[in-house]
């Protein structure tokens, strides 16, 4: 089962307020990955670490930021939010040695600016 | 980049027909991973084939992985309310395996009793 924590699992905020989602895994994972997940179904890569002090940016262009200070945390900080920044974001990480290539997610942080 | 697309985009089935999902890539696959997610949640990996040719299978859920690496599909079989989610696939870029997956839009499947 695995062991990857989202927080918080739904909010709702105002524009311009600053936000972190927060992602933490207890499986000693070095890849961490933050997808965002339209209404439509389809997942965006949008950061992605390979482990401390490494944050890349992913597939898709987002305002939000990432730090990697402590391989079990990967939190996603969005400075001033806005309506358009509106979706789901899910939390993932994978193990470098695992033959399976598995990514294990959290249950998603669920996004709505006003 | 590599794209994938699935098919159907939605599906709705009587409990206990069988039903096939598929996914083709736009450039080879060197994995492919099936995830299933159910509403508003995470995803919950499935599969993953890298091989050509390859089938796996999980109890009433079977994957293919076609000779040419660019399509995949998942059938299953005798279909129960509880399969009922999104199913996507996801392609590994050729990095190392698990990283950095590109996703299908996903197939939501609905199973009626």
């Known amino acids: 089962e695995a062991d990857i924590y989202q927080t918080p699992r739904y909010l709702v905020i105002g524009t311009g307020k600053k936000i972190t989602l927060e992602c933490s895994q207890t499986m000693g994972h070095d890849k961490m990955y933050w997808y965002q997940q339209d209404p439509g179904m389809e997942l965006h890569l949008i950061h992605y670490?390979?482990?401390?002090?490494?944050?890349e940016k992913g597939d898709l262009s987002s305002e939000s930021t990432v730090s990697r200070i402590r391989t079990e945390h990967f939190p996603l900080t969005l400075e001033s939010a806005r309506p358009s920044h509106t979706s789901q974001y899910l939390c993932?990480?994978?193990?470098?040695?695992?033959?399976?290539?598995?990514?294990?997610f959290g249950e998603g942080s669920r996004l709505t600016v006003l | 980049s590599q794209e994938l697309e699935q098919s159907p985009q939605s599906l709705i089935v009587q409990e206990g027909k069988n039903l096939t999902i598929n996914c083709t890539s736009s450039?080879?696959?060197?994995?492919l991973y099936w995830y299933k997610q159910k509403y508003g949640e995470g995803l919950i990996f499935l599969m993953m084939?890298?091989?050509?040719?390859e089938e796996k299978s999980h109890e009433k859920i079977t994957a293919k992985l076609d000779e040419k690496k660019q399509q995949s599909s998942l059938h299953i079989t005798a279909s129960q309310p509880s399969h009922a989610g999104i199913y996507l696939c996801g392609a590994d870029g050729g990095e190392t395996s698990g990283s950095r997956l590109t996703f299908g839009e996903g197939t939501q499947l609905t199973v009626n009793p």
């Open positions: 670490s390979y482990g401390v002090n490494s944050t």
């Open positions: 450039k080879t696959l060197y994995g």
């Open positions: 084939l890298q091989k050509g040719g």
């Open positions: 993932a990480s994978s193990d470098t040695g695992t033959t399976t290539g598995e990514l294990f």
